[in-house]
């Protein structure tokens, strides 16, 4: 029998890694060197290699303006990004990044005291940093994620009584549980951008007077010129002030608190956005 290793048609996926790792890395370089056109090439190349876009090719094209803004991330790049950090995700955020959210989340639900709450929704929960602050407040907690490997990290720390694997639209969508008086989404909203049809979904499955808590990045607002959102350069999306207030007025969410700050650090600088706090009044 032959050895069909110096076959150019044998299929060898330590190649393909390390190719795949050489082609990102030369366009995210082109991409930090300003020389947009050579890193647009780059991209597209690798989306017609990878048509699923786990490396979020599309989200660079965008960020760089050469392409249209998704209205959404593609669901293999958020699989692919979260997997690899999973492991360290917990240490990457609080230390590395110094992402602020969870205790800013503990501070203004004692400013505000709210609570105590018997259901909550923890969508987007990751490995649970923000459960880890509400935990003493809240009777029966409920995670979703869509990375499997996240929720195994959440599932270790024992925070959660139940843990689900699935999109938040299609879980909300789906959704036949008692509703939730506690709905929590941090650092979720920046990965998607039409946020319609999850605000829609979120309001209907809460009680009256139930709380939801959520994060998002901002910019000025002159930048908007009158869309809704837009890519971020470190491809996260960013939402209009204008637009979360429309979002909450037309689900019959009530602004109970808004704070501005600092939500994390990207390689080295502060990225700004604001934590939001609502409340449901009535039926939507």
Known sequence: MGNDIGDNNHFNPVADIISDFFELNNALDLE??????????????????????????????????????????????????FGQMSGTYDKRLLENL????????????????????KRML?????????????????THKTGLDLSAEMLEKAREKELYDVLHEEEITRFLKANCNEPWDLVVSTDV?????????????????????????????????????????????????AHSLDYIQRLLTQNNLELLDRTEMIIRLEHGNPITGQLVIARKMGAV
């Open 98 to 117: 110094k992402y602020a959210i969870p205790e800013k989340v503990g501070e203004r639900f004692a400013a505000l005291g709210l609570g105590p709450f």
């Open 122 to 138: 923890d969508l987007g929960c990751g490995t649970g940093l923000c459960c880890e602050v509400l935990k003493e407040q809240v």
């Open 32 to 81: 930090a060197s300003g020389k947009y056109d050579e890193a647009a090439e780059a991209f597209e190349q690798m989306l017609r290699n990878d048509p699923e876009d786990s490396i979020g090719a599309a989200l660079h094209l965008a960020a760089i303006g050469k392409r249209d803004v998704p209205s959404s991330m593609p669901e293999a790049h958020i699989l692919s990004l």
């Open 189 to 237: 909203i920046p990965y998607n951008g039409t946020l319609d049809e999850m605000f829609s979904h979120i309001a209907g499955s809460m009680t009256p007077d139930g709380i939801f808590l959520f994060s998002n990045e901002v910019q000025p607002e002159e930048n908007f010129n009158g869309q809704s959102y837009l890519m971020g350069k470190h491809c996260r999306y």
